[in-house]
């Protein structure tokens, strides 16, 4: 069986999408992404010099002829802004990939889902591959599917706060319904945690917060890697059964094999 | 409900009288919380908190690290005038003190600008006196279109307005509005701030509230520590406003500041300065009950002192700051607002971070997302 991840017809390796904030210096950020095996790299519009004037840039620790850099509308909010801001990087020869972020709140930047839908209604229209943060809803993610979104990127738990698969239920739910990948975006704060998204059948989880402040990011960034092939493995081999309770015999049955014929 | 209200039926200084005595059992319970309230910061404020200041701070450099992670924010201020028609007896600008004053022109902010840019600067925070005819709106409006081409992201730290009037700066292109209540104490206020329009204790008090209506993204507010006594007074009332400006003006990022006062041309000094340590405190006080403000250090500070706080819980910070209009391009035309006491260029500040494992971050914004009036006016 072919398990590569696929997104919008594009092949990659990797199921491991690393965001770019938060690191301590740009060199910290190229070693983690070296070690994490990704090949698709996040990057917030809001810090790249879309002007090229020259000045400081997070772009030049980013190794595009090795990454699908995937740029983000992070510190949009609302679908016009987002909008804007896509149009603009496309302009400036940026990838047309972008992974969609609408957050009105900037305290657990939150997705507005109405907005997002929006947002990402005009851009599939404007010929990007959308990329959508969203509530972990199932009926939402089913209408970002049904607007042409290449994948959907469910919240495990708030950004940052590396709670985990908090939205454990509803995730469940959106991986059996969904005929897109289903990526899960914020809240990863353990490799454990991305392991037992991948256990579930989530197609590919998005890492930042838990990289980028660890002592050593490189070597989280691996632990990262690891724990995502593990749990893609686990799952195609049949993961087996959880009980409540051990089962020793037949306590109701058991009897009708000691009776003699 | 707005905060004028709020801050009515806040006990501050009961709250302030509590930290004196909180006990060791309170500074525990606060700690071991996972939301904090006005009580628990009350609690970090005080002399039993300041005995277990260590603890404060890894807890506060832990929160500082999952919010806003190895990253420092830089701005720049850029004074446009120091006209001013209103007498605070602290400041360096007050109305009647004989100091070379001087006003910007468009021309003249823009070189200003350029040298701020040519430095990295992304960010610049714009500030004048209160002088309604030399800076008035207009006068502000015009700056703002004239600098939004070099910055993607400007703020404004000047006198106070209306929502019509800082929904004329949002269209222009501001995005950030810094109001500091000085004091929050209404008789030391009133003390203070002996003339001008300035004296308007609540108006200013409503100030952020009503740039938050207007549609600025960025609120930053702030008690200038030196001016009421106690101090912790202040930094109760401060942490109560931001308490309330996360619920009421839920869309906006915030950042509070405590700046302890500086020599100026006033010739005013405080009674009982805040101590280093006790600002350090209140620095990871703030950061325990506001995980996700920003705190903004000065240049106001000294250089090993500021750097040093970073971990504890400063996010942003600005780096060879002059306070007199003009002084990046034209130094020694006009005074400057205070003394500043960090005079290190912005690369050695941006050396200083990275050497502490922090990455100075310079562009964190994007025109982009200015309002569409701000777009259509810039091309026009």
Known sequence: MDDKLTIAG?????????????????????????????????????RVDLDATGGPDILEFVDRDRYLLLPNTSGAIDAAEAVRLARLARAMGLPDWVKLEVTPDPRYLLPDPIETLKAAEILVADGFTV??????????????EEAGCATVMPLGSWIGSNQGLRTRDAIKIIVEQAAIPVVVDAGLGAPSHAAAALEMGVDAVLVNTAIAVARDPAEMARAFRDAIEAGRRALSAGLAAVRTDAEASSPLTGFLDQIEP | MTFLDVLERTPVRELAAFAMRATDLDVSRALAKGSRDLEDFAALIGPVAGDRLEELARASHALTLQRFGRTVHMYAPMYLSNEC??????????????????????????????????????????????????????FLCD??????ALFP???????????????????????????YQETYNRDAYARFHVAGRKRDYDFRLGGPERAATAGIRRLGIGALLGLHEPWREDAVALAAHALHLLKAAWRQELS????????????YSPEQPVTDRELAQLI???????????????????????DRLVPLGVTHTSAGSHTDPGGYTEPGEAE??????????PEEVAAALRALGYEPVWKDWDSAMRPKEAEETASA
């Open chain 2, 85 to 138: 028609l209103t007498t605070c007896t602290y400041c360096g600008f007050a109305k009647d003190l004989p100091i070379a004053r001087k006003t910007l022109s468009t021309e003249q902010s823009l070189c200003e600008g350029e040298f701020l840019r040519g430095h990295g600067y992304r960010h610049v925070l714009l500030l004048t006196g209160e002088h309604q005819k030399l800076t008035g709106i207009d």
């Open chain 2, 153 to 179: 992201q400007i703020s404004l730290e000047v006198q106070v307005w209306g929502t019509d009037e800082y929904r004329q700066l949002a269209a222009a292109g501001c995005d950030g509005v810094v109001i």
């Open chain 2, 284 to 306: 990871c006080a703030l950061r325990l009950v506001l995980p996700d403000a920003g705190i903004v250090m000065s240049s106001r500070e000294a250089p090993g002192f500021r």
């Open chain 1, 131 to 144: 990329l959508p943060y969203c509530s972990a809803d199932p009926i939402l993610c089913k209408r970002l």
């Open chain 2, 336 to 345: 400057g607002q205070f003394e500043v006491n960090d005079t290190r260029a």
């Open chain 2, 143 to 148: 700056h703002v279109r004239a600098l939004r």
């Open chain 2, 256 to 267: 509070v500041s405590v700046p302890r006062i500086r020599p100026s041309a006033s010739g």
């Open chain 1, 10 to 46: 594009r092949v990659f390796g990797s199921r491991l999408i690393v965001g770019t904030g938060k690191f301590s210096s740009g060199e910290a950020m190229r070693d983690a992404l070296a070690a994490s095996g990704t090949e698709i790299v996040t990057v917030a519009l809001r």
